[in-house]
């Protein structure tokens, strides 16, 4: 039969009882007040002679815990909490951040299949570890830790709001992201590949190439360039990244200032790239319409392969990516070494290419429009039949349209 006792020197009760078992328990009901701790003591005895399952257990301990607190405990399946986690991380970022975001949870909940119906507190960390390695197999070692981290981030407001004491993915480390052995290496286009690029570029594209390459800036964010982040009379381009979500200031360099003046739209609102632009909506905010376009630049310019038709699945991360040694994404890496071989310091070529760093943060370093711009003007200009600098006369340029 249940009953009370209590320690020394101690306001609360602890509840005695007997489990099924016939083998004395103690708990302590964290209650000064005898009537409460003693039902209490009576639910865990009854609890224990019933060998209660899960749902019944949860519904015992939401029973004491409103009679202690006065008010329900909140618990929710991994589905339930994940579900509610992306919906509240939609207006916080991108779409197509939160786009990788949901995709990283589609799989956790895909892989825990019936159990993601389970209170939260049941996911493992081995069930992290083994999504890991099954993401690292299927797609690759940096994809699987791109999840990681993700839910990582998911897991610690579970601990935050109370849905569980530890943080299953926390306990686990990534990969050794290396490289596979025929997996081409990332690089900068050599002179004469650009050369043979900008050649084959029309329309938009090369406009795209030649912002990618006078300011060292994603494809994704010069697609979403409009009239307004555009000032053609002090020649510069104002935008915040869509990755970082930090504010670039980027002088632009004659080649680049050349093309905006010749394909600047009408009302300031609208794009500068407005092809570019749709389809970066099209794909839900990502880029890989673009990238997709870009390869095929490349192909027409005799700089890479055709892909096989099977591989654009339209999966985005849910298949496994083909890489290849040239990507728009070169075109930052050229703009880099560019910079730092015409002798700018470290720090103006993080601001300009927005870079972050923990030695050089922009609480710390203030570069003004003027030092960033004698920069860019050290970039070569492309168009010409050498390289020879992209500076020019300085000369007043007509108002914005």
Not at 132 to 159: E, G, W
Not at 376 to 386: M, Q, V, Y
């Amino acid at each position: 039969m249940a009953s009370l006792r209590k320690k020394p020197n101690s306001r609360y009760w602890i509840a005695c009882f007997t489990d099924g078992d016939g083998v004395q328990r103690q708990r302590s009901t964290q209650t000064p007040d005898r009537t409460t701790a003693l039902g209490m003591a009576r639910r865990f005895e009854a609890a224990y002679a019933m060998k209660l399952t899960e749902s019944q257990a949860r519904k015992v301990v939401s029973d004491i815990y409103e009679e202690l607190h006065g008010e329900q405990l909140y618990h929710a399946t991994a589905r339930k909490f994940l579900t509610d986690w992306l919906a509240g991380k939609q207006v916080e970022m991108s779409p197509g951040s939160h786009k990788r975001y949901k995709n990283a949870v589609d799989k956790l909940l895909n892989f825990l299949a019936e159990r993601a119906d389970r209170d939260i507190a049941y996911v493992h960390k081995r069930d992290i570890a083994a999504l890991r390695d099954k993401t690292a197999a299927d797609l690759s070692p940096s994809t699987a830790n791109t999840d990681l981290k993700i839910l990582r981030v998911a897991f610690r407001q579970a601990v935050v709001d109370g849905m569980r004491l530890d943080n299953p993915a926390g306990a686990v480390r990534t990969l050794d992201d290396r490289r596979e052995p025929d997996a081409p290496e990332r690089r900068p286009f050599e002179e004469k590949e650009l050369r043979k690029l900008i050649s084959v570029a029309e329309g938009e594209w090369e406009g795209l190439v030649l912002g990618g390459l006078y300011t060292g800036q994603r494809l994704g964010d010069l697609a979403s360039l409009t009239g307004r982040k555009v000032d053609l009379r002090d020649e510069l381009i104002k935008f915040r990244s869509q990755k970082t979500g930090r504010d670039m200031v980027i002088p632009i360099a004659a080649p680049l200032l050349d093309y905006l003046k010749r394909h600047f739209p009408k009302d300031s609102d609208d794009p500068i790239f407005p092809k570019s632009a749709a389809a970066k909506r099209e794909a839900d905010g990502e880029s890989r319409l673009l990238s997709a376009q870009f390869h095929a630049l490349l192909v027409k310019a005799r700089l890479a392969k055709p892909r096989p038709k099977d591989k654009n699945s339209g999966k985005g991360h849910s298949v496994r990516r083909t890489t290849s040694a040239l990507t728009f994404h070169s075109l930052r890496h050229n703009t880099t070494s560019w910079l730092k071989r015409a002798g700018v310091p470290e720090s103006v070529v993080r601001d300009i290419i927005g870079h972050e760093s923990e030695l050089v943060s922009r609480e710390y370093t203030h570069l003004d429009d003027t030092t960033k711009r004698r920069a860019i003007e050290n970039l070569p200009d492309i168009r010409g039949t050498a390289a020879s600098p992209a500076r020019k006369a300085r000369r007043p340029a007509p108002a914005a349209v």
